[in-house]
């Protein structure tokens, strides 16, 4: 079946340290890809996302990278801000022309001042 | 508003009670979506509509779930005789376009909050 989102469940990094946070698909077919900010009691938000015909994407402060071979993403935080503190999950867009999202499971992130 | 607005934020119901949920889209958008949120999960798509049509509904979960957009604006999802496994975050979301989508096009609500008890 489709799935998105294999995880560590929690990471907890020091503030103003640099945090990756990974994600595995299992959908070879899916052609884009968006990372989604979730703080507690709010709907998720955007982050960055990428097409399949790239590998590297940078937004501000945020950088997210492709793997199509292992069929794998993640999603770099520099210099990780208490603000930063949420979970994130990765989502694929088996088709854009669909207004199916199948998310991951997600990554709670913990930054310690 | 200028977001999506859910209603009721918190609904506690009884199993066997009926529920509807409320979606007020962002003003002209045409594209609305209902995901299914369990707790410590990430959200799982169950419709979509571009204007009043419902173009998809196969993560409906069952036909105790149905959902409407009759004017094309606000919607409704109304769960019939609720259970236990119904209890999750409702999250509605709108889109300007309609397809393709991407990402930064659409705008998800803070959701409804259902408890079954």
């Known amino acids: 079946g489709e799935s998105v989102g294999l995880h560590l469940p929690t990471l907890s990094v020091q503030e103003g340290d640099n945090s990756i946070i990974n994600c595995a698909y299992s959908?070879?077919?899916?052609?884009?890809f968006i990372w989604y900010k979730q703080e507690s009691g709010k709907g998720p938000q955007f982050i960055i996302d990428i097409r399949s015909n790239m590998d590297k994407r940078q937004g501000q402060r945020v950088t997210v990278l492709l793997n199509k071979t292992v069929k794998h993403l993640s999603l770099q935080i520099a210099a990780t801000q208490p603000g930063d503190s949420a979970v994130y999950f990765c989502?694929?867009?088996?088709?854009?022309?669909?207004?199916?999202?199948?998310f991951g499971q997600g990554t709670t992130l913990q930054v310690k001042p | 508003g200028a977001g999506v607005s859910q209603s009721p934020r918190y609904k506690v119901a009884k199993r066997g009670q009926d529920v509807a949920l409320r979606c007020d889209p962002i003003?002209?958008?045409?594209?609305l979506f209902w995901y299914q949120q369990a707790l410590g999960q990430g959200p799982e798509f169950l419709t979509y509509f571009q204007n009043e049509a419902q173009l998809d509904k196969s993560g409906l979960p069952s036909d105790r779930f149905f959902a409407e957009r009759p004017e094309g604006s606000v919607s409704t999802l109304k769960i019939q005789r609720t259970q236990q496994e119904d209890s999750a975050v409702y999250l509605c979301a709108s889109s300007l376009p309609s397809r393709p989508f991407s990402g930064n096009t659409i705008y998800f609500g803070e959701g409804s909050w259902l408890t079954v008890v």
């Open positions: 959908n070879s077919a899916s052609d884009y």
């Open positions: 003003s002209g958008h045409v594209s």
């Open positions: 989502a694929e867009f088996p088709s854009s022309n669909t207004g199916k999202l199948i």
